[in-house]
Each structure stands twice: as C-alpha cells, then as structure tokens.
C-alpha cells in the first residue's frame, strides 16, 4: 500500500505491486484457501451459536465507547514496532500463543490487539471449532481443528465473530463504522479469493472515511482504505461480549 506518511493527501492508492503480493499470500501453504468465492462467504444470517442466542439483550447493546478507543489505540500502537509480513505455518504454544512479535499477517493485527482487552481469539476459536467443526469454512481441506492456524485465518475468524453476535449490517456508509470497528475484505472481488482483515480508528483520512490499522505486507500501517476493495464482515465488540465469550469458552 502507498505510504500514507510519505504523501499526506494520498487516499485510495493501490501498491504498484499488488499482483505479486496477492500471489505471495495465496501459495503459502499454511494460509492458501480455496479461490470460490462462495464457500468464502459468511452468511449475514448465519446462525448465532446457542449460548449467545440467550445472550440476545447482552450482545445487542450499544457499542461501549471506551472499549472501541482502547482497541483503536492499541492497533494504533501496533503501527509502531516493524513486523515482516509471514504467513508461513508455525506450532504455537497454546493457549495465549503468537507467533514471533517481529512476525505476522492481517490476522494477526487483530489477535494482538484483542488479546490486549481480554480475548484470546486462539482459545476461543479452538474451542469453538473444536465444539462445532461443520459450522465453519471447510476451504484447507482440515479434518479437524488446529490451535496453530485456525484463528489466523480470516474467514475463520469472521464465523467466529458471526457466530458470537458481534455481526453489523452490511453498509459502505463511512459513518456507520465506529473506532475499534473489526471489517474484513476480499481483495480480489468477484475475480477470485483474498481474506483480509483491519481495525478501525478514530482518525480520519483525506478521504473523509475512518482510517484503518492492516497488515497487508509492510507489516501494520494505518492508512485510508477502508472501502478501497469489498467489505465481507464488519464487527463490533463489547464489554459484555468479551465477558461472555470468556465465560463460557466455546460460543
């Protein structure tokens, strides 16, 4: 992505070598998908897990405000360390498990940041799918659950947080994403398949539109590109849902 410090009136700037890029992420065995389209998608109605079913009035409030800021800084703090982009395949310590800090992808952007505020999307994703396995994308040919990978990947975690109750509506409206916001693309469109994952700040780009906090190569960056390719899932925590999901483990 073109540097947004280097050129502060840039916006909507496409990286001169995304092709290449977009190749290199997709052969890298321990993240490469399928390239359907559709068995990528997540159903805006996909069905909430039981637990959080009961949890309807909890889930369904409003957005606590601090807790979006707290998320929006610390992915903002995340732009400050270099982290060279690897998707490769690693064994990780469990639960609480990462790989090396000067190492990672988009996902990991989002782990990082959530585990700060309590939620550790490795254990809940593992326990989730380890509870409902057929609930989630079958796109890497897994049998099973793997703690290692399965919360680094993108459509993964958008179940999760489908399942969870943390869905919005679908919108391109700019005002309708809020600092600590969690929205994934697909960064090839209707021409195939390419999972990728930010978070919301609370600053504004030449745009006009929320700046978001991504990995998409150059390690984490916050740049204006919030509806630079189609948005797959938008995603709101709360307080209480952390605190659910923690309480009872798989949702």
Same mark, same amino acid.
């Given at each position: 992505?073109a &540097?947004?410090?280097?050129?502060?009136?840039? =916006?909507?700037?496409?990286?001169?070598?995304?092709k /290449?890029?977009?190749?290199?992420? *997709?052969?890298?065995?321990?993240?490469?998908?399928?390239?359907?389209?559709?068995?990528?998608?997540v159903?805006?109605? @996909?069905?909430?897990?039981?637990?959080? %079913? /009961?949890?309807?009035?909890?889930?369904?409030?409003?957005?606590?405000?601090?807790?979006?800021?707290?998320?929006?800084?610390? @992915? $903002?703090?995340? %732009?400050?360390?270099? *982290?060279?982009?690897?998707?490769?395949?690693?064994?990780?310590?469990?639960? &609480?498990g990462?790989? /090396?800090?000067?190492?990672?992808?988009c996902?990991?952007?989002?782990?990082?940041?959530?585990?700060?505020?309590?939620?550790? $999307?490795?254990?809940? *994703?593992?326990?989730?799918?380890?509870? !409902?396995?057929?609930?989630?994308?079958?796109?890497?040919?897994? /049998?099973?659950?793997?703690?290692?990978?399965?919360?680094?990947? *993108?459509? !993964?975690?958008?179940? =999760? =947080?489908?399942?969870?109750?943390?869905?919005?509506?679908?919108?391109?409206?700019?005002?309708? =994403?809020?600092?600590?916001?969690?929205?994934?693309?697909? $960064?090839?469109?209707? @021409?195939?398949?390419?999972?990728?994952?930010?978070?919301?700040?609370?600053?504004?780009?030449?745009?006009g539109?929320?700046?978001?906090?991504? !990995?998409?190569?150059?390690g984490?960056?916050?740049?204006?590109?919030?509806?630079?390719?189609?948005?797959?899932?938008?995603?709101?925590?709360?307080?209480?849902?952390?605190?659910?999901? @923690?309480?009872?483990?798989?949702?």
């Amino acid at each position: 992505m073109a &540097n947004i410090e280097d050129n502060q009136h840039a =916006f909507c700037i496409r990286p001169p070598n995304l092709k /290449a890029l977009l190749i290199s992420v *997709v052969v890298v065995t321990g993240l490469s998908i399928s390239n359907d389209a559709e068995a990528f998608r997540v159903p805006m109605d @996909a069905e909430r897990a039981p637990a959080f %079913t /009961a949890q309807k009035s909890m889930t369904d409030k409003p957005m606590h405000q601090a807790l979006g800021h707290r998320i929006a800084k610390a @992915a $903002l703090e995340r %732009t400050e360390s270099p *982290v060279t982009y690897d998707p490769a395949y690693r064994k990780l310590a469990y639960p &609480n498990g990462d790989v /090396a800090s000067d190492r990672g992808v988009c996902s990991d952007v989002i782990i990082r940041v959530l585990r700060g505020v309590g939620l550790d $999307l490795q254990k809940s *994703v593992h326990e989730d799918m380890r509870a !409902n396995f057929s609930a989630y994308p079958r796109l890497w040919s897994a /049998a099973r659950p793997d703690p290692n990978i399965d919360h680094r990947r *993108v459509p !993964n975690l958008e179940t =999760f =947080f489908t399942r969870a109750g943390a869905r919005r509506p679908q919108s391109t409206n700019p005002k309708d =994403f809020r600092a600590g916001d969690i929205v994934a693309w697909n $960064l090839r469109g209707k @021409a195939g398949v390419l999972p990728h994952i930010g978070i919301v700040t609370d600053k504004k780009g030449a745009s006009g539109w929320p700046m978001i906090v991504h !990995n998409i190569g150059r390690g984490p960056q916050h740049e204006d590109v919030l509806l630079l390719w189609p948005i797959t899932g938008h995603y709101r925590l709360s307080d209480d849902l952390i605190t659910a999901i @923690a309480e009872y483990g798989a949702v």
